[in-house]
């Protein structure tokens, strides 16, 4: 009676894992995950503010980065609670409902996120390549037709997710290896068959996350091109210097996100702790660093900044 009750419960909740080994200095370990929450949501919301209440800032590159933040913002949001609950109170339990809502908008959100850095590479292409077509192309209701067109596709894209996990069966330990929920680690512990699964999740990700990469790249390859027709060479760098920060944001969530799709793929010839350790970064990272490089990067928004700080 005792076994079939415990398959029972595992079959209707799933375990988060922190960081396998280090139990006893999980209050140690969530100093720096807290600082990382912080740093990431007043960053976000200090630029998110500026950018609605300085009319100086209403142009296509600060919309797009408002965009941007609105996403990193919703990605920490989606993760804080079950991180902080493993690592402050230990409570390591979620509900199936609960996970799945928490895949559904962790992959939203990044797959929304990837859409805005394409829609920023080609607001970069259109201001140094075409830029006295630049306020003709970039209209505001033509920005939030094409951030509309992006978030449906997501929704289209991701909606299906948490269907084709529940149609699938849990009967082991349902123990995931991280203190979130993901589509790829929890279909792992089905005893179903998850061909389906992973055809779709791999499919989604080329036509989305991938033709985002190559359309950015794309995008650069015509940036490059007219840059270095350009004769002035202090127009050149003047030119390339607009593109600092947007590089330094796709550095962040590609390499992060690559770096973690490929432990994720090869487990067996990595550390066993690197797989979560790349979880972290790929989750964490990237909302924290992006507000910090814009801020150093754009003087324009870090004169604001400093400004609004100084009233």
């Given at each position: ?10 079959s ?8 396998p ?49 609105v ?14 609950a ?30 805005v ?36 596709r ?6 299906p ?7 699938l ?12 929920c ?18 779709y ?26 840059v ?14 607009t ?64 400004r609004?700080?100084?009233?």
């Open positions: 009676m005792s076994a079939v009750n415990d398959t029972k419960f595992s209707e909740v799933f375990f988060l894992t922190g960081i080994g280090q139990e006893d200095i999980y209050l140690w370990i969530s100093i720096p995950f807290c600082l990382m929450y912080v740093i990431s949501i007043v960053g976000n919301s200090i630029i998110l503010f500026i950018i609605k209440t300085d009319p100086s800032l209403h142009e296509p590159m600060y919309i797009f980065l408002s965009m941007l933040t996403t990193d913002l919703g990605l920490s949001i989606s993760t804080i609670p079950t991180t902080l493993v690592f402050l109170f230990n409570s390591r339990e979620i509900s199936l409902d609960a996970c799945f809502a928490q895949l559904f908008f962790i992959h939203l959100l990044s797959f929304i996120e990837s859409s850095l394409l829609l920023m590479a080609f607001d970069r292409f259109v201001a140094i390549s075409i830029p006295l077509r630049y306020a003709s192309i970039l209209t505001l209701p033509r920005i939030a037709k094409m951030g509309l067109v992006f978030v449906l997501g929704m289209a894209v991701i909606f997710l948490p269907f084709l996990l529940r149609r069966r849990y009967c082991q330990a349902n123990v995931l290896s991280h203190s979130y993901l589509h790829q680690e929890v279909m792992k512990l089905a005893c179903s068959d998850i061909t389906v699964n992973s055809i999740g791999l499919v989604i990700t080329i036509s989305t996350v991938v033709l985002d990469l190559l359309l950015i790249l794309l995008s650069y390859v015509m940036i490059l091109k007219t270095l027709s350009i004769t002035s060479h202090a127009e050149c760098i003047k030119a390339l210097q593109c600092v920060s947007h590089l330094c944001a796709v550095l962040l969530v590609y390499t992060s996100g690559i770096g973690f799709s490929i432990v994720q793929r090869f487990p067996n010839s990595s550390s066993p702790l690197l797989p979560i350790l790349m979880g972290y970064v790929y989750l964490l990272v990237p909302p924290m660093m992006n507000p910090i490089v814009y801020s150093l990067k754009s003087k324009h928004l870090s004169a604001r900044i400093i609004a700080f100084k009233k």
